[in-house]
């Protein structure tokens, strides 16, 4: 993946980049937030009280969709600058997936937004430490992200020299004893114009 890491590449500018690429997108994801991938698995799971992490939160359009319709508070963890300076919704703090500066056990739902494609091979046993510390031992771990047979590695289109990764990423939790799968559905894709499809997993932690 090259001598600079992915994570360092995003809180270094690429971050901004993608969100000015897709910003039109998330508009509209924001005007129609019924039909989102996680908050449909929310309402399908009838989950609306306590606290919302979202990693990959972008301009914060689901958290404010959530909050309003929902009710959750939520919370937020994006990398670039530019999106968290245009937030639709506060309490949004810059960093990434592999360190989050929250206490242990306070989110009773802990969402990953469609950036776990875009994590270093060395962040993902991190990644899933972080999100088992912070979430409650009874909350739910949200998967959203492409979904393929095997692993499949593609060029970055906001940098060819950076790899995206494409897999089945509820694979990170479903071996683990603590956590059971309770919702996995497919979806249409709305991110990749080579029409690779998109799943969100959701596994309920017992703690």
Known sequence: MGMTSNRDNYLCGIGDKYYIRRKPALTAFAEQWEYDPIIMALKALDINTGKYLEIGCSDGWRL???????????????????????????CIQRGTADKLDFGSNLFEVVAFGFCLYLCDNEDLFKIASEADRVVTDDGYIVIYDFIVDGIVYRPNPDCPSMQTRKMDCGKMFEWHPSYTQIYKRWHRPVYDTNSVDVCVNVFKKKG
């Open 64 to 90: 404010k969709a959530i909050n309003e319709n929902i009710g959750m508070s939520c919370y937020g963890v994006e990398p670039s600058l530019t999106a968290i300076e245009n937030a639709k919704y506060g």
